[in-house]
C-alpha cells in the first residue's frame, strides 16, 4: 500500500487518501457507513490494481479512518463534495466507481454530478441508495426529524451506531429509488441473497430505475451482506477487470 496523503477542502477539512497512478480509469473505492479505506475490499481492489499497473484512488470521508472530523457532521452531500474534490485532484480522466453499502448510494450522487463522459462505469457491492427512507421505521423517521440521534446495536463491532439528524435529513433529500436515473455508463451489481442489512430487492429495482441499458444485477444466493469471503473478493476483482479494462 502507498502512504497516506491528505486533500485539505477550501474549509480546512483534511481528507486522507491513498492514489496509485496507472494506466486506465481510475477506480474509486467509496466505502460504506462508518468504513473507511482500510477495509478488505478496499484494500483487495488497491493491490489488484497495483499488481497490474492501473490507477486506484482510496479515501475516508471527513470523521472516518485517518481524515479529519467528526462523524457527527457527516451528511452525504458532505462526503459527496469530498470525493468529487480528490476526483477533481487527482483524477484527470475517466473514473470508475465502486460503492460498498452507503458507497454505492454514494456513487450514484457522485457519478449523477460528474461531467457527462466521465464516468466509464460503475459497481455496487450491496449498494443502499435511500435508506433513510427504507432502513427507517416510521417511529424512528419522526424522531429523527425532531433532532434526536438514534443509536442502534452494531453487528460488525463493539459500539452502537449512531444515525444522526442532519444525516438522515440529508439522505432523505438525496433520494433516487422514485424517478429514472439519469446515468448511462455500463452498472455491476453484486448483491448477497442473505444480507441482513440492505435488502437484495433494492438492487433489482436500482437496476430497474438506472437508464443505462447495460446493467446486470449478480445475486449470490449465500451471500451475506458484507461480501468479503475469497470468493466474494475475487467476484468483485473479475467485475472491476471487466468495467476498468484491465488486461492479464
Known amino acids: ?3 497516506i496523503a ?3 477542502m477550501p474549509d480546512g477539512r483534511r481528507i486522507a487518501y491513498r492514489f496509485m497512478p496507472g494506466a486506465g480509469p481510475t477506480v474509486v473505492f467509496l466505502p460504506g457507513y462508518k468504513s473507511d479505506m482500510a477495509g478488505g475490499k478496499a484494500t483487495a481492489v488497491f493491490e489488484a490494481a497495483r499488481e497490474k499497473g492501473e490507477s486506484c484512488l482510496l479515501l475516508d470521508y471527513s470523521g472516518c479512518g485517518a481524515s479529519s472530523g467528526s462523524f457527527a ?3 452525504l452531500s458532505r462526503w459527496r463534495e469530498e470525493v468529487l474534490g480528490l476526483i477533481e485532484a487527482r483524477c484527470p480522466g475517466p473514473v470508475v466507481l465502486i460503492g460498498s453499502s452507503m458507497g454505492g448510494w ?7 454530478a460528474l461531467a457527462p463522459g466521465r464516468v466509464a462505469g460503475l ?8 435508506f433513510t427512507d427504507w432502513g427507517t421505521p416510521g417511529e424512528d423517521q419522526a424522531r429523527l426529524a425532531a433532532g434526536e440521534t438514534l443509536w442502534a446495536e452494531n453487528p460488525y463491532g463493539p459500539e452502537p451506531t449512531p444515525t444522526y439528524a442532519a444525516f438522515w435529513a440529508d439522505g432523505q433529500a438525496n433520494r433516487l429509488l422514485g424517478s429514472e436515473i439519469a446515468l448511462d455508463c455500463p452498472v455491476r451489481l453484486l448483491h448477497g441473497q442473505q444480507d441482513p442489512d440492505v ?3 433494492i438492487s433489482l429495482r436500482l437496476a ?8 446486470q444485477t449478480i445475486l449470490l444466493k449465500d451471500g451475506d451482506h458484507r461480501l468479503s469471503r475469497e470468493a466474494d473478493i475475487a467476484l468483485l476483482l473479475d467485475t472491476v477487470a471487466a468495467v476498468a479494462g484491465w488486461s492479464g
Open 1 to 3: 500500500m502507498t502512504e
Open 208 to 215: 430497474e430505475m438506472l437508464r443505462s441499458a447495460d446493467v
Open 199 to 201: 435488502p437484495w430487492a
Open 73 to 75: 457532521h457527516g451528511t
Open 123 to 130: 459497481i455496487g457491492v450491496a449498494p443502499a441508495p435511500d
Open 6 to 8: 491528505f486533500h485539505e
Open 106 to 112: 454514494l456513487m450514484l450522487l457522485v457519478a449523477l
